[in-house]
Protein backbone atom coordinates (compact mmCIF):
# COMPACT_ATOMS: atom_id res chain seq x y z
CA UNK A 1 0.00 0.00 0.00
CA UNK A 2 1.18 3.29 -0.69
CA UNK A 3 1.93 6.21 1.74
CA UNK A 4 3.32 9.38 0.74
CA UNK A 5 4.39 12.80 2.13
CA UNK A 6 3.34 15.41 -1.17
CA UNK A 7 5.79 18.07 -1.10
CA UNK A 8 5.19 21.62 -2.99
CA UNK A 9 8.32 22.59 -4.77
CA UNK A 10 9.65 25.37 -2.83
CA UNK A 11 13.77 25.30 -3.39
CA UNK A 12 15.40 26.49 -6.48
CA UNK A 13 16.55 23.98 -9.03
CA UNK A 14 19.98 24.18 -8.21
CA UNK A 15 19.55 22.66 -4.43
CA UNK A 16 17.54 19.36 -6.02
CA UNK A 17 20.80 17.82 -7.47
CA UNK A 18 24.44 16.70 -5.92
CA UNK A 19 27.54 18.78 -7.24
CA UNK A 20 28.68 17.16 -11.09
CA UNK A 21 31.25 15.28 -8.60
CA UNK A 22 28.97 13.49 -6.63
CA UNK A 23 29.56 14.96 -3.74
CA UNK A 24 26.55 16.79 -1.96
CA UNK A 25 25.72 20.43 -1.81
CA UNK A 26 25.76 22.33 0.94
CA UNK A 27 22.08 22.59 1.33
CA UNK A 28 21.52 18.79 0.45
CA UNK A 29 24.56 18.16 3.03
CA UNK A 30 22.53 20.18 5.42
CA UNK A 31 19.11 18.63 5.05
CA UNK A 32 20.96 15.24 5.47
CA UNK A 33 21.96 16.37 9.31
CA UNK A 34 18.15 17.46 10.22
CA UNK A 35 18.26 13.50 9.21
CA UNK A 36 18.00 11.51 13.30
CA UNK A 37 18.99 7.57 12.08
CA UNK A 38 17.85 6.94 15.73
CA UNK A 39 14.66 8.34 15.78
CA UNK A 40 14.14 6.48 12.20
CA UNK A 41 15.63 3.20 13.72
CA UNK A 42 12.45 3.86 16.67
CA UNK A 43 9.79 4.57 13.71
CA UNK A 44 10.69 0.99 12.42
CA UNK A 45 10.26 -0.82 15.37
CA UNK A 46 6.78 0.53 16.40
CA UNK A 47 6.00 -0.53 12.56
CA UNK A 48 7.39 -4.28 13.62
CA UNK A 49 5.85 -3.66 16.80
CA UNK A 50 2.53 -3.48 15.25
CA UNK A 51 3.00 -6.19 12.36
CA UNK A 52 3.78 -8.84 15.09
CA UNK A 53 0.55 -7.69 16.83
CA UNK A 54 -1.42 -9.31 14.46
CA UNK A 55 -1.44 -12.77 12.71
CA UNK A 56 -1.48 -11.46 9.01
CA UNK A 57 1.41 -8.98 10.03
CA UNK A 58 1.05 -6.22 7.72
CA UNK A 59 -0.32 -7.48 4.80
CA UNK A 60 -2.34 -5.41 2.38
CA UNK A 61 -5.72 -5.39 3.04
CA UNK A 62 -5.74 -7.50 6.69
CA UNK A 63 -6.48 -5.41 10.47
CA UNK A 64 -2.69 -4.95 11.03
CA UNK A 65 -1.96 -2.59 7.49
CA UNK A 66 -5.06 -0.98 8.48
CA UNK A 67 -3.60 0.02 11.84
CA UNK A 68 -0.45 0.82 10.40
CA UNK A 69 -1.86 3.28 7.82
CA UNK A 70 -3.97 4.94 10.95
CA UNK A 71 -0.40 4.98 12.87
CA UNK A 72 1.33 6.62 9.62
CA UNK A 73 -1.33 9.59 9.49
CA UNK A 74 -1.05 9.94 13.12
CA UNK A 75 2.31 10.69 12.78
CA UNK A 76 2.33 12.72 9.82
CA UNK A 77 -0.30 15.52 11.73
CA UNK A 78 2.10 15.15 15.12
CA UNK A 79 4.55 16.46 12.80
CA UNK A 80 2.60 19.24 11.27
CA UNK A 81 1.90 18.02 8.38
CA UNK A 82 -1.76 17.60 6.43
CA UNK A 83 -2.49 13.73 6.74
CA UNK A 84 -5.55 12.28 5.10
CA UNK A 85 -6.31 8.17 4.12
CA UNK A 86 -7.39 7.72 0.06
CA UNK A 87 -9.57 4.68 0.05
CA UNK A 88 -9.71 2.29 -2.56
CA UNK A 89 -11.41 -0.71 -3.17
CA UNK A 90 -8.68 -3.73 -2.63
CA UNK A 91 -9.28 -7.49 -2.63
CA UNK A 92 -8.55 -7.57 1.30
CA UNK A 93 -7.12 -11.02 2.94
CA UNK A 94 -6.22 -11.49 6.76
CA UNK A 95 -5.96 -14.59 9.14
CA UNK A 96 -8.27 -14.51 12.22
CA UNK A 97 -5.93 -16.92 14.26
CA UNK A 98 -2.77 -18.97 14.12
CA UNK A 99 -2.01 -21.09 11.10
CA UNK A 100 -0.88 -24.50 12.04
CA UNK A 101 0.78 -27.86 11.08
CA UNK A 102 0.86 -30.89 13.02
CA UNK A 103 2.60 -34.23 12.02
CA UNK A 104 0.29 -37.21 13.22
CA UNK A 105 2.26 -40.66 13.40
CA UNK A 106 -0.51 -42.90 13.94
CA UNK A 107 -3.24 -41.74 11.13
CA UNK A 108 -5.64 -41.41 13.74
CA UNK A 109 -6.05 -37.98 14.45
CA UNK A 110 -7.97 -38.55 18.22
CA UNK A 111 -4.65 -39.94 19.83
CA UNK A 112 -2.13 -36.94 20.60
CA UNK A 113 0.52 -38.49 21.84
CA UNK A 114 2.20 -38.97 18.50
CA UNK A 115 1.05 -35.45 17.07
CA UNK A 116 4.18 -33.17 17.12
CA UNK A 117 3.39 -29.52 16.12
CA UNK A 118 5.75 -28.06 13.53
CA UNK A 119 6.40 -24.44 15.11
CA UNK A 120 7.95 -22.82 11.97
CA UNK A 121 4.48 -23.63 10.22
CA UNK A 122 3.43 -20.34 8.44
CA UNK A 123 0.49 -20.30 5.87
CA UNK A 124 1.48 -18.41 2.94
CA UNK A 125 0.08 -14.74 1.57
CA UNK A 126 -3.17 -14.98 0.19
CA UNK A 127 -3.58 -18.52 1.34
CA UNK A 128 -6.75 -20.47 0.67
CA UNK A 129 -8.60 -21.19 4.19
CA UNK A 130 -9.00 -24.71 5.28
CA UNK A 131 -12.46 -25.95 6.26
CA UNK A 132 -13.36 -24.36 10.18
CA UNK A 133 -12.16 -27.57 11.85
CA UNK A 134 -8.79 -27.53 9.27
CA UNK A 135 -7.84 -30.68 7.03
CA UNK A 136 -6.25 -34.08 7.99
CA UNK A 137 -5.14 -36.60 5.52
CA UNK A 138 -2.09 -38.87 4.42
CA UNK A 139 1.08 -36.66 3.82
CA UNK A 140 2.78 -37.49 0.75
CA UNK A 141 6.28 -35.88 -0.77
CA UNK A 142 7.28 -35.00 -4.16
CA UNK A 143 11.14 -35.35 -4.56
CA UNK A 144 13.31 -32.82 -6.44
CA UNK A 145 16.27 -33.76 -8.04
CA UNK A 146 19.57 -33.91 -6.13
CA UNK A 147 21.38 -30.76 -6.78
CA UNK A 148 23.97 -28.96 -4.80
CA UNK A 149 23.46 -25.48 -6.53
CA UNK A 150 20.26 -23.69 -8.37
CA UNK A 151 22.76 -23.47 -11.35
CA UNK A 152 22.46 -27.95 -11.40
CA UNK A 153 18.95 -27.47 -10.32
CA UNK A 154 18.50 -25.71 -13.88
CA UNK A 155 19.53 -28.70 -15.86
CA UNK A 156 18.23 -31.78 -13.73
CA UNK A 157 14.91 -32.81 -15.12
CA UNK A 158 12.05 -34.17 -12.43
CA UNK A 159 11.65 -37.93 -11.98
CA UNK A 160 8.67 -38.17 -13.56
CA UNK A 161 8.96 -41.64 -13.18
CA UNK A 162 8.96 -41.40 -8.88
CA UNK A 163 6.22 -38.78 -9.05
CA UNK A 164 3.59 -40.53 -11.35
CA UNK A 165 3.73 -43.55 -8.37
CA UNK A 166 2.61 -40.67 -6.13
CA UNK A 167 -1.38 -40.09 -5.84
CA UNK A 168 -1.84 -36.73 -4.73
CA UNK A 169 -5.45 -37.11 -4.42
CA UNK A 170 -6.71 -35.68 -0.70
CA UNK A 171 -3.57 -36.13 0.13
CA UNK A 172 -1.69 -32.78 2.36
CA UNK A 173 1.50 -32.50 -0.16
CA UNK A 174 5.32 -31.54 1.44
CA UNK A 175 7.55 -29.81 -1.86
CA UNK A 176 10.86 -28.14 -2.01
CA UNK A 177 10.04 -24.56 -2.62
CA UNK A 178 13.07 -24.40 -4.68
CA UNK A 179 10.70 -25.54 -7.56
CA UNK A 180 9.31 -21.93 -7.56
CA UNK A 181 12.56 -20.63 -9.02
CA UNK A 182 14.07 -23.48 -10.73
CA UNK A 183 12.31 -23.25 -14.05
CA UNK A 184 8.88 -22.53 -14.91
CA UNK A 185 8.67 -26.18 -16.97
CA UNK A 186 8.99 -27.61 -13.40
CA UNK A 187 6.50 -25.57 -11.88
CA UNK A 188 3.91 -25.99 -14.84
CA UNK A 189 4.78 -30.09 -14.41
CA UNK A 190 3.84 -29.39 -11.02
CA UNK A 191 0.34 -27.42 -11.37
CA UNK A 192 -0.38 -30.37 -13.88
CA UNK A 193 -0.50 -33.00 -11.34
CA UNK A 194 -2.28 -30.87 -8.79
CA UNK A 195 -5.00 -29.99 -11.20
CA UNK A 196 -5.25 -34.33 -12.34
CA UNK A 197 -4.87 -35.81 -8.71
CA UNK A 198 -6.17 -32.60 -6.19
CA UNK A 199 -4.45 -32.35 -2.76
CA UNK A 200 -6.49 -30.69 0.30
CA UNK A 201 -3.07 -28.65 0.73
CA UNK A 202 0.45 -27.82 0.45
CA UNK A 203 2.69 -27.38 2.47
CA UNK A 204 6.79 -25.64 1.15
CA UNK A 205 9.66 -26.79 2.81
CA UNK A 206 13.55 -25.13 1.45
CA UNK A 207 14.52 -29.04 0.30
CA UNK A 208 18.63 -28.80 0.12
CA UNK A 209 20.66 -27.94 2.88
CA UNK A 210 22.56 -25.48 0.85
CA UNK A 211 19.06 -23.49 1.21
CA UNK A 212 19.14 -24.01 4.84
CA UNK A 213 20.16 -20.72 5.76
CA UNK A 214 17.56 -18.84 3.92
CA UNK A 215 14.92 -17.72 5.78
CA UNK A 216 10.73 -18.03 4.75
CA UNK A 217 10.43 -16.17 1.80
CA UNK A 218 6.55 -15.51 0.80
CA UNK A 219 5.90 -13.60 -2.44
CA UNK A 220 3.02 -11.22 -2.04
CA UNK A 221 0.97 -13.40 -4.47
CA UNK A 222 2.47 -16.70 -3.30
CA UNK A 223 -1.08 -18.22 -2.15
CA UNK A 224 -3.27 -16.55 -5.04
CA UNK A 225 -1.71 -18.98 -7.26
CA UNK A 226 -3.70 -21.64 -5.53
CA UNK A 227 -7.11 -20.05 -5.98
CA UNK A 228 -8.47 -21.71 -8.67
CA UNK A 229 -8.00 -24.94 -7.19
CA UNK A 230 -9.15 -23.69 -3.54
CA UNK A 231 -5.81 -24.85 -1.84
CA UNK A 232 -4.73 -23.67 1.37
CA UNK A 233 -0.96 -23.13 1.02
CA UNK A 234 1.99 -23.09 4.30
CA UNK A 235 5.92 -23.17 4.39
CA UNK A 236 8.74 -24.25 6.90
CA UNK A 237 11.81 -23.92 7.21
CA UNK A 238 14.66 -26.55 5.95
CA UNK A 239 15.54 -28.11 9.32
CA UNK A 240 11.53 -28.89 10.29
CA UNK A 241 11.40 -29.95 6.48
CA UNK A 242 13.82 -32.20 6.86
CA UNK A 243 12.34 -33.52 10.37
CA UNK A 244 9.07 -34.32 8.17
CA UNK A 245 10.73 -35.80 5.09
CA UNK A 246 12.69 -38.28 7.56
CA UNK A 247 9.32 -39.26 9.99
CA UNK A 248 7.68 -39.74 6.56
CA UNK A 249 9.38 -41.91 4.99
CA UNK A 250 10.03 -44.22 8.45
CA UNK A 251 6.65 -43.99 9.36
CA UNK A 252 4.25 -43.17 6.24
CA UNK A 253 2.90 -39.95 8.51
CA UNK A 254 -0.43 -37.74 8.01
CA UNK A 255 -0.63 -34.02 9.20
CA UNK A 256 -3.24 -31.60 9.92
CA UNK A 257 -3.51 -28.26 8.42
CA UNK A 258 -5.33 -25.27 9.43
CA UNK A 259 -5.82 -21.88 7.96
CA UNK A 260 -8.42 -19.62 8.98
CA UNK A 261 -8.31 -16.93 6.33
CA UNK A 262 -10.78 -14.39 5.43
CA UNK A 263 -10.96 -13.27 1.95
CA UNK A 264 -12.97 -10.25 0.66
CA UNK A 265 -13.78 -7.03 -0.96
CA UNK A 266 -12.79 -3.54 0.72
CA UNK A 267 -12.09 -0.43 1.68
CA UNK A 268 -7.89 -0.04 2.00
CA UNK A 269 -6.50 3.13 2.10
CA UNK A 270 -3.44 5.27 0.94
CA UNK A 271 -1.64 7.36 3.70
CA UNK A 272 -0.45 11.16 2.68
CA UNK A 273 1.04 13.50 4.17
CA UNK A 274 1.25 17.29 2.74
CA UNK A 275 3.89 19.95 3.37
CA UNK A 276 2.23 22.91 1.12
CA UNK A 277 5.30 25.03 -0.09
CA UNK A 278 5.39 28.79 -1.47
CA UNK A 279 7.62 28.73 -4.32
CA UNK A 280 5.94 26.82 -7.68
CA UNK A 281 3.15 25.69 -5.59
CA UNK A 282 1.16 23.91 -8.72
CA UNK A 283 4.71 21.70 -8.90
CA UNK A 284 4.80 18.88 -6.71
CA UNK A 285 7.77 16.45 -5.09
CA UNK A 286 6.63 13.21 -3.75
CA UNK A 287 8.69 10.55 -1.86
CA UNK A 288 6.50 7.48 -1.17
CA UNK A 289 7.02 3.97 -0.23
CA UNK A 290 4.99 0.70 0.55
CA UNK A 291 3.81 0.12 4.02
CA UNK A 292 2.59 -3.34 3.88
CA UNK A 293 4.50 -6.30 4.63
CA UNK A 294 4.46 -10.30 3.25
CA UNK A 295 3.49 -12.29 6.09
CA UNK A 296 6.28 -11.11 8.29
CA UNK A 297 7.37 -8.07 10.62
CA UNK A 298 8.07 -6.36 8.05
CA UNK A 299 11.60 -4.43 9.83
CA UNK A 300 13.35 -4.42 6.49
CA UNK A 301 10.53 -4.53 3.45
CA UNK A 302 9.05 -1.74 4.05
CA UNK A 303 9.02 -0.64 7.90
CA UNK A 304 12.79 0.94 7.02
CA UNK A 305 11.00 2.72 4.15
CA UNK A 306 8.66 3.75 5.89
CA UNK A 307 10.40 4.99 8.77
CA UNK A 308 13.04 6.83 6.22
CA UNK A 309 10.40 8.77 4.75
CA UNK A 310 8.36 9.75 8.11
CA UNK A 311 11.91 11.65 9.07
CA UNK A 312 12.89 13.01 5.85
CA UNK A 313 9.76 15.36 6.72
CA UNK A 314 12.28 17.48 8.94
CA UNK A 315 14.37 18.48 6.01
CA UNK A 316 11.14 20.38 4.62
CA UNK A 317 9.19 21.36 7.71
Known amino acids: MLFSVILDVQFQSSLSYASSSGDLTSPESQIIALVNGTDAYDYDLELEQIALRHYAFRSGGSAGANETANWIKEHFESLGLESWLEPFEFTTWDLLSRPSLIIDEDGNQDTTSDQTAIPSFQCEHYSWPTPSNGVFADLVILPVPEATS ?10 MTAWNAINTTGKIVLMGKEIRGATTNWLSIFFDKLVKQ ?7 TWWYDWMAFTPPMYSSIGGHLYWSSK ?7 YEDGLWIRDRENALNVSAYVYVRSVIGTG ?11 YENPDKLV ?5 YDTVMCGGFCDNGAGTAGVIETRKGFC
Open 150 to 159: YSQLKNNPIN
Open 198 to 204: PPVAVVY
Open 286 to 290: IISGH
Open 231 to 237: LPVGFVN
Open 267 to 277: AHYNVVGRIRG
